[in-house]
């Protein structure tokens, strides 16, 4: 992951509620795999802010960019439908996530994209990569009406070409639309059973990326359940937080101190420097590694706090801590020391850990 810093190249509605953004990156050159996203920082009413959004963009394409559904109560998001057209510099983090269409997947395998909302956007990138698959993949795509689906045109284009197959679910309709593979109203297990099954000659060796609204995605896990896919067949992103409640894991009054490795960067005569630097960090009784690092003043990329953006990654060196929630991180990732400060306790005194 770096730093940059881009311009804006071209704001697009997409829907009524949606726009896409595209970036100048001023010949900055930026490697990333179809399906990872960036992270933005934003004052927004005063209100310094740093959200995840996916790339929508293909690594091809000649300028990155993201599609932003505006949600309730979303600052981030409202604002940056509303006012994208209006800012001209963006302070990136990218790339980022473990959400990825594999090559060896690609040319191996049939592909099953299962979306809903905004949920589209890091798979329109995945789909946008495939240049030429022996089977054309199946997308089922669940929005609100026509009028709400984003990439609306682009997907049907693609359909055209022959270079997938598409069925929508539009849960806003009482009738059905002409011309389009669509039911009117929300999926449901025997109706996403039968698409596989007419679409995918292979159901268990085929693989499954899913996307958007929390539960469209458990409906389409347990439906693959249900189908016996093999949970390594199976690949998701949580765009929305998952729903916990907030877990104590010391039971006891002490606090406990950690010792934090972290870097900072300043500018001396218009040159960047980065200092590697080292702190002793307080954590009160059932306070996370993030709420207590950030109480000290360090900086940590951060963003849903629930476990599910994967932003406030560190490397763990020593000492034990208790990961409540997982949504980001591979078991090989955690294997190697990764954890989510923003759901990782202490749970004795000898912890230390890295802030890459």
């Known amino acids: ?116 909302g905004s949920g589209i956007s890091p798979l329109f990138s995945m789909l946008k990569s495939l240049i030429k698959t022996a089977c054309p993949p199946l997308l089922l795509y669940s929005t609100s009406s026509p009028e709400d689906t984003i990439f609306k045109f682009q997907l049907e284009e693609m359909e055209k070409n022959k270079q997938l197959h598409i069925f929508h679910s539009f849960t806003r309709l009482n009738k059905e639309i002409k011309g389009i593979n669509s039911i009117s109203g929300r999926f449901s297990q025997p109706i996403i059973k039968s698409l596989i099954g007419q679409y995918i000659k292979q159901k268990n060796k085929a693989h499954y990326f899913i996307c958007g609204p929390v539960e469209l995605m458990q409906l389409y896990r347990e439906t693959l359940r249900a189908l016996q896919i ?3 067949n199976i690949h998701t992103e949580y765009f929305d937080p998952v729903i916990t409640d907030k877990i104590i894991v010391i039971e006891n ?7 934090v490795s972290y870097f900072e960067t300043h500018y001396r005569d218009n040159e960047e420097q980065t200092y590697e630097c080292t702190s002793l960090i307080d954590v009160q009784p059932g306070q996370s590694l993030l709420e207590a690092i950030s109480a000290h003043a360090i900086h940590v990329p951060s963003s849903c706090k629930k476990g599910t953006c994967g932003s406030c990654w560190a490397i763990q060196e020593n000492g034990q801590i208790k990961m409540v929630n997982n949504y ?29």
């Open 1 to 116: 992951m770096k730093k940059y810093k881009w311009t804006t190249h071209q704001v697009i509605q997409e829907t009524k509620d949606a726009v896409t953004i595209f970036f100048s990156t001023d010949q900055d050159t930026i490697e990333y795999q179809p399906g990872q996203y960036l992270n933005i920082s934003c004052i927004v009413n005063g209100e310094p802010l740093q959200r995840s959004y996916s790339f929508s963009s293909a690594p091809a394409d000649k300028f990155p960019s993201i599609t932003v559904k505006r949600v309730a109560g979303g600052k981030m998001s409202n604002y940056l439908v509303d006012n994208a057209k209006n800012i001209s510099e963006w302070d990136i983090d990218a790339p980022i996530g473990n959400f990825i269409l594999k090559k060896h997947i690609i040319h191996d395998s049939e592909l099953v994209f299962l979306a809903g």
């Open 230 to 232: 093999p949970e390594s």
């Open 328 to 356: 980001a991180l591979s078991d090989e990732e955690v294997t190697e020391g990764k954890i989510l400060l923003c759901q990782s306790y202490p749970l004795d005194q000898s912890v230390s850990i890295v802030i890459a």
């Open 253 to 259: 009054e002490e606090h406990r101190e950690i010792l």
